[in-house]
């Protein structure tokens, strides 16, 4: 059985394709059938975003801690518990691509952390989109961490210790736990995820709070 974990913060614009995006991944023939649940880890929302995920084949988590690292550990404990080998991460403004799952355990390793891809610019200045594109690497060997797109296998994941409870930059803690006690992780380009390039960020410190630091170099 494989987990997938999406924190929400009032997401009701972009997570119904989110979650549809999510489902497809679970439901590609090249996992012959084997069970994927999917965890919305609901963190402090006021809007819509409960009722949509709702509309889903998910388990809604709703919590009240305003904090990333929290709200990603809340979805992976949950999932835990009800035996999963293999926890998929990603973000409620992100969508994964029809393969990500099948391209996360094709590596073979304890971890996979992978690139995100942006398609739409429209909230950026032309100096921004280039500026990213000449400091981000989308290819096998980068070393980006992203919450929108990390894998690892439960053992590694426990052994580690699990996100610790950050408002910010949890993916990256947990990655560095995974370092300090060996576990092998895959710096992959193969598994696909494309995410938002707005502003309003959720997080703060987080990508979009990165993209608006370019655009003001």
């Known amino acids: 059985m494989i987990g997938i974990v999406i924190p929400a913060h009032n997401e009701e614009e972009l997570l119904a ?38 509309c889903f084949d998910t388990h809604a988590l709703m919590l009240e801690a305003r904090n990333v690292g929290k709200a990603r550990a809340a979805g992976a404990a949950a999932l835990v518990a009800q035996g999963v080998r293999w926890l998929a991460f990603t973000d409620a403004d992100s969508r994964v691509a029809a393969d990500w799952l099948v391209a996360q355990l094709a590596l073979g390793a304890e971890a996979v952390c992978g690139p995100v891809i942006i398609e739409d610019w429209r909230q950026h200045d032309a100096l921004t989109r280039d500026a990213f594109y000449r400091a981000y690497l989308n290819a096998d060997g980068h070393r980006h961490v992203h919450g929108a797109n990390l894998g690892v296998s439960t053992l590694a994941y426990c052994r580690a210790g699990g996100f610790p409870p950050l408002a910010c930059s949890e993916d990256v803690a947990l990655v560095g736990l995974l370092v300090e006690t060996g576990a092998r992780i895959a710096w992959s380009a193969a598994p696909r995820v494309v995410t938002s390039a707005r502003l309003a960020s959720r997080v703060r410190g987080g990508f979009g709070d990165t993209l608006a630091a ?4």
């Open 214 to 217: 370019l655009g003001r170099r």
């Open 17 to 54: 394709d989110c979650l549809q995006a999510a489902r497809m991944a679970a439901a590609h023939p090249a996992l012959r059938g084997e069970t994927v649940r999917i965890v919305v880890a609901l963190d402090s929302c006021t809007d819509r975003s409960a009722s949509i995920a709702r």
